[in-house]
């Protein structure tokens, strides 16, 4: 596989460890007074405050926690932790081991996708050399009392996984299926026990954190969405690859840096997120705005749009659990309809009723899987009504 | 009394956590553990102990939610979104079965996005539903039916499949599975694998690909499903149902030539109300005798006799077992002795428990001693060949129909029951008829087997096996009437919907050996002093516990006799009882069978006088001999887990 353009210039300039030492010689609350005063939201796309999500599994009394990084990185167009695993492994593990300290957590697990599993050796690796080195195992870096290793597990192929309670599931050997919440993973997670679930990049950018500071990681980002974010750019477009940018940056700033002049849309989010038209390209790359967890997608003018919203669909009728009848038969509805409006036989009047039931997807699915999944049919509809309304069947209005 | 089957956090439980109920409220501070919370639900503020639900919350004030993967009796998953509701604050709506109130929340049930989203998913299940209501199992008493005619659905806005999807499994004498019918809930998933611990159904596939399935896609006949029909009960849809004989039962009745039986179990006669719109929990023993006339049945039969009949021969191998264990101190006789009247039980033993198959009595259960009776004792009384007797037994289960087929079950030199119908099965017959069985006069059962006695009866309720055989041999063995050691002979300690009773009852001193028994036992002296140690166990889940007690060592290992009921509640709760099935219901049908109890003149088995006629003149070498045991008694088949 060629690998397309890696950026990841913060990352590499950092000093190994340096953030973990640091944290050592805190509080576990002055740990996570940084995190919080970082700003930093989970970067795996739901951007939860990650100093919130570690408070409250630290408050929790239960003497067995957990951390897990979530590696199993399935959107459509993301391949941001995967770079960032290969060239960055030990800033990851780095951060489970601050998280670990910061949460009161003797093990972590590295859940990995099943399409990474040839990652698994260097992983391993990179592990080995960290326990040799005393990063892990009983007192880590001579820290009495703070015991805490890291194994890896591997993914079965399900992109539901990637929802922190499936993916709990999954570790435990069940059925990868998102549970009811509340109760949330900080409280009842791995083992019904406190878990403290962060994605690759999160965990990478604490460590970075620890090492510079909160203040520092504030200065790059907007208000709500503080520091950079790593992205991967893909589609119709001249140097796609792995990029690092501050929040805030433009779509348009995006795709002048990837050369794709020309766009003609652009997905922001992957197959959950939203569709932007070009008339949108001024819009920023941040949690309050454009949100992605690292996926963008560009679509030069030669794209269907329909033909792109019949794909995303044919991913969720696939990926969908299968567990809420929203999401479930929502999704099989959804790309019934966009194969009958290619065909010109779906009225205007059931197109509509299509787009009240992705409303109710979005609203009364489980996870946030099926809340997600009709976004881009929802998105390509009202941005690009007239490719779509040509196609509505004029007969059966 | 209402029982609790419903597991939370339970570490037995086999259900993955994502169906699982978590209505205990994980709560910041112990000490806030029962504390009040309050919730503004539709503009009405409701106090609620912390963890409840909100659907719980909404029932206590009268705000009527409506649920379809909910169960009273199972854990929550939380996975069909009909029960949706807005919370104040909240982006997007919550399934109200699922969300334990651990804070003040402001709720509204039937906001405009709330109905829209209920319609749709209604809508939804339907666009996948293949099936006509007409010709269904279930018409009239679906919840999905029930569903699209609250929510007003007048069209299929998207779609209705026009051709069935999966082929039917119709290859169980129990339980026959139309995939095409089933919209995805799981109840059955979770009444198999956490209610009743057995685990054959389980989802596969995933997105629209999803599909409730058993291990490998195998026919239901050869996985390890016990046939205990609890799936049955829990099915919203007609997904599920039994498989049922009628057709053939009204062929028999309708050939002149047969000379059609049925009998009737305890079970039954406190529940097929339900079905005529009756509030469970009353009894329509009489007035359905009359009905079964009315259909056609030549004679009339009543289970409770073979139930004594039962107690006899069990209660006989148990007495022998203890005096082959005590005075011969035979190391070999397996103890304690199980009983073996609940064939899902049976089956369940057969799957994961195999190696205590000697443990399991010998005596048939009463459905298959009465048929062994009938086509041989009735059939010479009465002068017609066996051949053109058609028996058929009423009862609350689906297994029953499963075990009337084992081919062991022929000792009469026939097929000893030809017909198992259940409770829902004869309803509609009864309806099919004409008959308006509420309104019957009351008519007895036929002889010669009409007299039945309260312990009979009692059978249909969990711990009444138990109570009957006590009765029994507390007065065999101590001379004693056991109404002077349990007042009005109930022996309560027995009974109750607690998953697992232990009872210890001493025998306080040894009484002459009645003459029924003298060519078994010379005395009783060896029992004097004795405690007997008993257990009930109802539900497999809960025959789970006992057993892994008891292979570990455990304390139920020195029990005398154990009681094992396949379903929750016992022959009450079974798989062929009306539905729908709670707690509550359950609860209403035993009180009807231990009001039953109450109004007989005889309450004990031995004291039966139908059945001591059928000792002195046909099985007259007594309880345990030769005949009994070639008529009254089985074997049984280690099955194992493993399938081929």
Not at chain 1, 245 to 271: C, H, N, S, W, Y
Not at chain 2, 149 to 168: K, L, N, T
Not at chain 2, 364 to 391: C, E, R, W
Not at chain 2, 538 to 558: D, F, P, R, W, Y
């Amino acid at each position: 596989m060629n690998e397309p353009i890696v950026n990841l210039a913060t990352f590499a300039a950092m000093s190994p460890d340096a953030g973990l030492r640091a944290a050592l010689q805190k509080s576990r609350a002055d740990i996570i007074g940084e995190i919080s005063a970082s700003g930093i939201k989970g970067r795996g796309g739901a951007g939860f405050p990650v100093g919130v999500k570690w408070n409250l599994c630290a408050a929790t009394r239960g003497t067995q926690k957990y951390v897990v990084c979530n590696a199993d990185e399935g959107e459509p167009g993301t391949f941001k932790d995967r770079a960032i695993l290969r060239a960055h492994a030990n800033l990851v593990f780095e951060g489970m081991t601050i998280g670990a300290f910061a949460v009161g957590a003797r093990e972590g697990i590295l859940y990995l996708r099943a399409e990474y599993t040839y990652l698994r050796p260097e992983l391993e690796a990179v592990l080995a050399k960290r326990r040799a080195a005393k990063f892990l195992g009983e007192n880590v870096c001579g820290k009495q009392g703070f015991n805490f290793d890291i194994r890896i597990q591997l993914g079965a192929g399900a992109y539901v996984c990637g929802e922190e309670t499936a993916l709990i599931e999954s570790l435990e050997g069940h059925r990868g299926e998102p549970r009811n919440r509340p109760p949330f993973p900080v409280d009842t997670g791995f083992l019904g026990r406190p878990t403290v679930v962060n994605n690759v990049e999160t965990l990478a950018w604490v460590a970075c954190i620890l090492q510079k500071g909160g203040a520092w990681f504030k200065t790059t980002g907007t208000d709500k969405s503080t520091g950079l974010k790593i992205l991967s750019i893909s589609g119709d477009c001249a140097r796609p690859g792995v990029y690092e940018f501050p929040f805030g940056v433009t779509v348009a700033k995006l795709l002048e840096t990837v050369g794709a002049p020309d766009a003609k849309a652009v997905q922001i989010g992957g197959a959950s997120g939203h569709c932007l038209p070009s008339s949108e390209f001024g819009r920023a790359i941040a949690y309050e705005d454009a949100a992605t967890g690292g996926s963008i997608i560009v679509f030069g003018q030669q794209r269907d749009m329909l033909e792109v919203a019949a794909n995303f669909l044919e991913f969720f009728v696939e990926e969908s659990c299968g567990q809420c009848t929203p999401c479930r038969i929502g999704n099989a509805r959804l790309r019934e309809g966009v194969e009958l409006l290619s065909e010109g036989r779906c009225s205007m009047r059931y197109l509509q009723e299509l787009c009240a039931l992705g409303e109710t997807m979005q609203a009364a699915s489980k996870c946030g899987l099926g809340q997600s999944s009709p976004n881009a049919f929802l998105s390509i509809v009202k941005h690009f009504k007239d490719e779509i309304m040509g196609r509505v069947s004029v007969a059966s209005h | 009394m209402a029982e609790n089957n419903r597991k939370l956090d339970d570490d037995t439980s086999r259900a993955p956590v994502s169906q699982r109920g978590h209505t205990v409220a994980r709560v910041a501070d112990t000490a806030d553990i029962g504390a009040l919370v309050s919730v503004n639900i539709d503009g009405q503020d409701v106090k609620v102990p912390m963890g409840t639900t909100i659907l719980e919350a909404a029932r206590r004030i009268g705000v009527r939610i409506p649920t379809l993967c909910w169960h009273e009796d199972l854990c929550i998953a939380g996975v069909c979104r009909v029960c949706v509701v807005e919370i104040e604050g909240q982006r997007t709506l919550q399934a109200s079965c699922a969300y334990p109130i651990t804070a003040p929340l402001k709720v509204k049930t039937h906001t405009r996005k709330v109905r829209q989203a209920r319609r749709h998913i209604i809508d939804l299940m339907l666009s996948e539903h293949y099936g006509e209501c007409y010709s269904c199992a279930r018409n009239n008493n679906c919840q999905l039916q029930a569903l699209a005619q609250e929510y007003g659905v007048d069209f299929f806005r998207f779609g209705h499949p026009a051709a069935p999807r999966h082929e039917m499994d119709l290859s169980s004498h129990s339980v026959l599975r139309d995939m095409n019918k089933c919209v995805l809930c799981r109840r059955c998933v979770r009444t198999c694998i956490d209610l009743q611990e057995v685990g054959v159904l389980e989802a596969v596939g995933r997105g629209d690909q999803t599909r409730i399935a058993t291990f490998m896609d195998k026919p239901l006949k050869d996985v390890i499903c016990i046939n205990c029909g609890q799936c049955i009960n829990r099915c919203p849809t007609g997904a599920l149902r039994a498989n049922d004989p009628t057709d053939e039962v009204w062929a028999a009745i309708d050939d002149p030539n047969k000379h059609v039986i049925i009998q009737t179990a305890p079970a039954p006669r406190a529940a097929i109300g339900e079905c005529f719109d009756l509030e469970p929990g009353h009894a329509l023993t009489f007035e359905m005798n009359t009905a079964l006339r009315l259909c056609g049945f030549d004679k009339v039969f009543d289970t409770n006799f073979s139930a004594d009949l039962t107690i006899i021969e069990e209660g006989t191998e148990l007495i022998l077992r203890l005096y082959k264990a005590l005075v011969e101190q035979d190391k070999s006789v397996a103890l304690p002795q199980f009983t073996s009247c609940s064939p899902g039980w049976v089956k369940y033993l057969e799957h994961f428990y195999p190696e205590y198959i000697p443990n399991v009595s010998s005596a048939k259960s009463p459905q298959q001693m009465f048929g062994a009776v009938i086509k041989t004792y009735y059939a010479k009384l009465s002068g017609i060949d066996p051949k053109d007797i058609v028996t058929v037994a009423l009862m609350p289960c689906s297994a029953k129909k499963f075990e009337c087929n084992r081919p062991e079950m022929c000792d009469s030199g026939f097929k000893d029951i030809d017909y198992g119908l259940t409770t829902r099965e004869l309803a509609k017959m009864i309806r099919e008829a004409g008959v308006d069985l509420p309104r019957m006069p009351k008519s007895d059962f036929d002889d010669p087997f009409g007299t039945a006695t309260g312990s009979g009866v009692i059978f249909g309720a969990t711990g009444g096996v138990m109570e009957a055989a006590l009765r029994t041999v507390i007065e065999i063995v101590t001379g004693l009437k056991v109404e002077n050691v349990f007042a009005n002979a109930d022996i309560t300690p027995v009974r109750g919907f607690d998953g697992v009773r232990v009872v210890e009852i001493k025998v306080p001193q040894s009484g002459p050996v009645p003459a029924m028994f003298k060519h078994l036992v010379k005395d009783w002296k060896w029992l004097e002093g004795a405690t007997l140690k008993v257990a009930i166990a109802h539900g497999t889940a809960n025959a789970k516990k006992v057993m892994e007690n008891i292979k570990s060592g455990g304390e139920l290992a020195q029990c005398h006799f154990i009681e094992f009921m396949g379903c929750p509640g016992g022959c009450l709760g079974g798989g062929g009882q009306p539905i729908p099935t709670s707690p509550e219901i359950r609860a209403a049908r035993a009180r009807a069978i231990y009001s039953e109890d109450q109004a007989y003149a005889v309450r004990k088995s031995h004291e039966n006088p139908a059945v001591l006629k059928l000792y002195k003149e046909f099985l007259t070498d007594g309880p345990c001999g030769h005949l009994s045991h070639k008529l009254l008694h089985t074997h049984y088949t280690p099955r194992g887990k493993y399938i081929a």
